[in-house]
């Protein structure tokens, strides 16, 4: 039976592992993972998991009541802007910052800050989500 | 790749609906989607002079086909837009759908294959039908359009886990920009104030925007003296800190048209034609921008391209628009397009230079703002208004002198970077 990469990736999410695909031929990292490599387009790549942790750079919010029903108990949630530690751009929740224009403005002015991944189950869906540490 | 078009290729033709609402807007109240989009058609037409029979081909866009509910768009409008038999096909490329559409017919006709392709864009992004009925219809709710809309983005990964348009699209780009250039938060908002004063500005002066009250009539209708005021009230909420909720898209219905021609055969139409000179196409998928959020790797590619297709530098540019479903994004754009000097945007929108009468106008029948957003019609309505800036007939918001090389740039969801360069002959 063929196995899908999404659902790896959701899986592996909810055991707490950023699971990332890295390219044999450019060496470089897909993450969140798809078949063919983001950077060169080789199909040659290689499971491998990233640290989680990374850099906060900015963080805002979304709408109320969200466009995706999934979140309808959690919007307006902070949503951050992150590099994490192997270079891999992510924009992903960003957990326990209530988001005030106050709050928000106090991390501007003090980011960049230290994130850890630590996802999150959103109605039945293992989601990735960052902690300030 | 040659990355050239063979033979020159001219706009002859352009239509285009007001924007708004088919449940509130006179001019559009009581409209199907279908004579919506006819009338958009029999305007192009007419601007270009040309019958039915002279068409090669027709390519209709449609974006979102929950609210429209009619797939098999081309063939289901053909009788509508006089358009039977023809050759054609329904595409989308989200809000770059028209002026992708525009490039495809360039293609198509400098191939020699056509010689005159018309290219339609229509879309209600607050309506749906009612209950199956064939004329009436009903209000859908933001969330859902959202939702709907939304389905064009990254169905894999980035939606299923909480990805928002207004934060990615607005609040973090502009946190990018202060960040970069040394602005502070309370410099930003006042400078999206006034960016939001031009294009409210354009919009009243605009017969065909889904917005013509200027921000300043808006803030006395509300009881506010001073419209700065106003603007940094409740009244004009945050919807992803910094950006605030005038500074972003308004969504509508709407149509658009255009009629492309063989240039040798171009000099027929009865209104002066524009050569399209050239296009850029790139995608991007989520993230849109690395560590550096006001510099997009889509777009550059896109403006490279059309800069090299076309044959022009930067400073040739006399009018730009650039995609302002976000005010904020739409500032990055412009300097990534050289049209304005890095980090200085912002300045050049508290200075008024934006306006029509500035001396870098940009979105002068109102951007998604004022004009308004009606998905696969909205790249057209762009090409529209540059069609009309190029020939002097922008009425109100003329640009003088009228412009002679105009760009335009749209983000199709997301990301499809889309530039057209025209060219009065």
């Given at each position: 039976?063929?196995?899908?990469?999404?659902?790896?990736?959701?899986?592996?999410?909810?055991?707490?592992?950023?699971?990332?695909?890295?390219?044999?031929?450019?060496?470089?990292?897909?993450?969140?993972?798809?078949?063919?490599?983001?950077?060169?387009?080789?199909?040659?790549?290689?499971?491998?998991?990233?640290?989680?942790?990374?850099?906060?750079?900015?963080?805002?919010?979304?709408?109320?009541?969200?466009?995706?029903?999934?979140?309808?108990?959690?919007?307006?949630?902070?949503?951050?802007?992150?590099?994490?530690?192997?270079?891999?751009?992510?924009?992903?929740?960003?957990?326990?910052?209530?988001?005030?224009?106050?709050?928000?403005?106090?991390?501007?002015?003090?980011?960049?800050?230290?994130?850890?991944?630590?996802?999150?189950?959103?109605?039945?869906?293992?989601?990735?989500?960052?902690?300030?540490? | 790749?040659?990355?050239?078009?063979?033979?020159?290729?001219?706009?002859?033709?352009?239509?285009?609906?007001?924007?708004?609402?088919?449940?509130?807007?006179?001019?559009?109240?009581?409209?199907?989607?279908?004579?919506?989009?006819?009338?958009?058609?029999?305007?192009?037409?007419?601007?270009?002079?040309?019958?039915?029979?002279?068409?090669?081909?027709?390519?209709?866009?449609?974006?979102?086909?929950?609210?429209?509910?009619?797939?098999?768009?081309?063939?289901?409008?053909?009788k509508w837009i006089g358009m039977q038999f023809k050759a054609g096909v329904h595409f989308e490329a989200q809000c770059s759908t028209?002026?992708?559409?525009?490039?495809?017919?360039?293609?198509?006709?400098?191939?020699?294959?056509?010689?005159?392709?018309?290219?339609?864009?229509?879309?209600?992004?607050?309506?749906?039908?009612?209950?199956?009925?064939?004329?009436?219809?009903?209000?859908?709710?933001?969330?859902?359009?959202?939702?709907?809309?939304?389905?064009?983005?990254?169905?894999?990964?980035?939606?299923?886990?909480?990805?928002?348009?207004?934060?990615?699209?607005?609040?973090?780009?502009?946190?990018?920009?202060?960040?970069?250039?040394?602005?502070?938060?309370?410099?930003?908002?006042?400078?999206?104030?006034?960016?939001?004063?031009?294009?409210?500005?354009?919009?009243?002066?605009?017969?065909?925007?889904?917005?013509?009250?200027?921000?300043?009539?808006?803030?006395?209708?509300?009881?506010?003296?001073?419209?700065?005021?106003?603007?940094?009230?409740?009244?004009?909420?945050?919807?992803?800190?910094?950006?605030?909720?005038?500074?972003?898209?308004?969504?509508?219905?709407?149509?658009?048209?255009?009629?492309?021609?063989?240039?040798?055969?171009?000099?027929?139409?009865?209104?002066?034609?524009?050569?399209?000179?050239?296009?850029?196409?790139?995608?991007?998928?989520?993230?849109?921008?690395?560590?550096?959020?006001?510099?997009?790797?889509?777009?550059?590619?896109?403006?490279?391209?059309?800069?090299?297709?076309?044959?022009?530098?930067?400073?040739?540019?006399?009018?730009?628009?650039?995609?302002?479903?976000?005010?904020?994004?739409?500032?990055?754009?412009?300097?990534?397009?050289?049209?304005?000097?890095?980090?200085?945007?912002?300045?050049?929108?508290?200075?008024?230079?934006?306006?029509?009468?500035?001396?870098?106008?940009?979105?002068?029948?109102?951007?998604?703002?004022?004009?308004?957003?009606?998905?696969?019609?909205?790249?057209?309505?762009?090409?529209?208004?540059?069609?009309?800036?190029?020939?002097?007939?922008?009425?109100?918001?003329?640009?003088?002198?009228?412009?002679?090389?105009?760009?335009?740039?749209?983000?199709?969801?997301?990301?499809?970077?889309?530039?057209?360069?025209?060219?009065?002959?």
């Amino acid at each position: 039976m063929p196995e899908s990469i999404i659902k790896r990736y959701y899986d592996e999410l909810g055991q707490g592992k950023l699971s990332a695909r890295k390219c044999n031929k450019c060496g470089a990292y897909t993450f969140p993972p798809t078949t063919a490599c983001e950077h060169c387009g080789s199909f040659d790549q290689q499971w491998e998991e990233l640290s989680g942790k990374g850099s906060l750079l900015f963080v805002s919010h979304g709408i109320a009541p969200p466009p995706n029903p999934r979140f309808d108990e959690m919007a307006p949630y902070a949503y951050g802007h992150i590099i994490l530690e192997e270079g891999v751009t992510v924009e992903a929740i960003v957990k326990d910052v209530e988001p005030t224009p106050e709050n928000l403005q106090a991390l501007f002015e003090s980011a960049p800050l230290d994130v850890e991944a630590d996802p999150v189950n959103v109605k039945g869906l293992n989601v990735l989500a960052f902690k300030i540490v | 790749m040659s990355g050239e078009l063979k033979d020159k290729v001219s706009i002859i033709g352009v239509g285009c609906s007001r924007f708004g609402d088919l449940l509130a807007t006179p001019e559009l109240v009581g409209l199907s989607l279908q004579e919506l989009a006819a009338g958009a058609v029999q305007e192009a037409m007419e601007d270009a002079g040309v019958d039915a029979s002279e068409i090669g081909a027709v390519y209709v866009g449609n974006a979102m086909a929950h609210s429209s509910q009619l797939p098999g768009t081309y063939s289901q409008l053909s009788k509508w837009i006089g358009m039977q038999f023809k050759a054609g096909v329904h595409f989308e490329a989200q809000c770059s759908t028209t002026n992708v559409g525009a490039a495809m017919a360039a293609m198509a006709i400098a191939s020699g294959v056509y010689d005159k392709v018309l290219v339609v864009g229509f879309e209600s992004t607050l309506t749906k039908p009612k209950e199956l009925s064939p004329y009436e219809r009903e209000r859908i709710s933001s969330e859902q359009s959202w939702m709907w809309t939304d389905y064009a983005v990254n169905q894999a990964y980035s939606v299923p886990q909480g990805y928002d348009i207004f934060s990615v699209y607005n609040g973090l780009v502009a946190q990018g920009y202060c960040r970069k250039y040394g602005y502070s938060i309370e410099e930003f908002d006042h400078a999206m104030f006034e960016l939001c004063r031009t294009r409210r500005l354009h919009g009243s002066m605009n017969p065909k925007a889904a917005v013509q009250e200027t921000l300043e009539d808006e803030a006395k209708r509300l009881g506010y003296d001073d419209p700065y005021e106003f603007w940094t009230s409740k009244q004009n909420p945050f919807v992803a800190w910094p950006s605030r909720i005038r500074s972003l898209v308004t969504a509508c219905d709407g149509a658009s048209a255009m009629v492309l021609s063989r240039a040798d055969t171009a000099n027929n139409a009865p209104n002066a034609p524009v050569q399209l000179r050239g296009f850029g196409i790139s995608q991007g998928d989520l993230p849109w921008y690395a560590k550096d959020p006001t510099l997009w790797p889509s777009d550059r590619i896109a403006f490279q391209e059309a800069y090299a297709m076309s044959g022009i530098q930067p400073e040739d540019v006399d009018y730009l628009h650039c995609h302002d479903c976000s005010h904020i994004s739409s500032i990055c754009a412009a300097e990534q397009s050289g049209y304005l000097p890095a980090g200085q945007g912002l300045s050049y929108a508290e200075q008024g230079r934006l306006r029509y009468d500035g001396d870098r106008p940009m979105s002068t029948h109102g951007g998604r703002h004022a004009f308004g957003h009606a998905w696969a019609a909205s790249a057209g309505s762009d090409t529209y208004e540059a069609v009309k800036q190029m020939r002097s007939a922008a009425g109100k918001r003329q640009i003088h002198p009228a412009p002679r090389v105009s760009m335009i740039h749209t983000h199709g969801y997301a990301m499809i970077s889309t530039v057209l360069v025209l060219e009065r002959g």
